[in-house]
């Protein structure tokens, strides 16, 4: 399956997720850029509220995107351990990174929703969305920052996402609404027929 875009996918990806219309105890997660295209359409048709969660990715030297780890606001960071032994990381490389990205990230967060501070999720529902999910290091991210603060439930949703990172995320969290797994994935673009780049200020207009 193509999508036109990521409206058209989050429009699909709304289907999966009616479960949830206007339940006041569930808390979209949006992860940025693309990932609130798509979790604007949901929380728009199912009425239901909006936040932001981020993590960075570190990539491998030779491609920053393909993401060996992530790091979370709190400066914890997640290993694709598979990846990082293929590519013989070193842990001074990953740390060296993680310092890195780590103001970056505040401040993007800051722009973006105004803080990084977080209320407690307490008989919450968590529900993150991504324009769609390769490695997973960043969702895993993710999903544990969002743990910390004691939701119900953690949910992922996404249009696409890589059948070995299907498995995988399974294990980290309560259960994944997804479109499309399915083999040979290269990358998430390959499933969108317009995977433009999504500006700041797209965001910011989705999030006013």
Known sequence: MLFKDRVDAGEKLTE????????????????PRGGVVVAKVI???L????????????G??????????????NGDVVLNNEYVEYFSMRDEYIEHQKKRVLESLKDQIIRYRGSVEYKS???????????GIATGATTKACIRFLSKLNPKKIYVATPVIAPSTLKELEKECDGIFYIVSSEPFW???????????VSEEDIKKLLS
């Open 121 to 131: 999720l307490e008989n919450k529902v968590a529900i993150i969305v991504d324009d």
């Open 187 to 197: 990358a998430v673009g390959q499933f969108y027929l317009d995977f433009s780049q």
């Open 47 to 58: 009425k239901i509220p909006l936040d932001i969660v981020l993590a960075k990715k570190i």
């Open 43 to 45: 929380a728009d048709r």
């Open 16 to 31: 999966k997720l009616r479960l949830f219309k206007e339940r006041q105890d569930v808390v979209l997660f949006a992860v």
């Open 60 to 73: 491998v030297p030779f491609n920053k995107e393909f993401a060996i780890a992530a790091v979370d606001i």
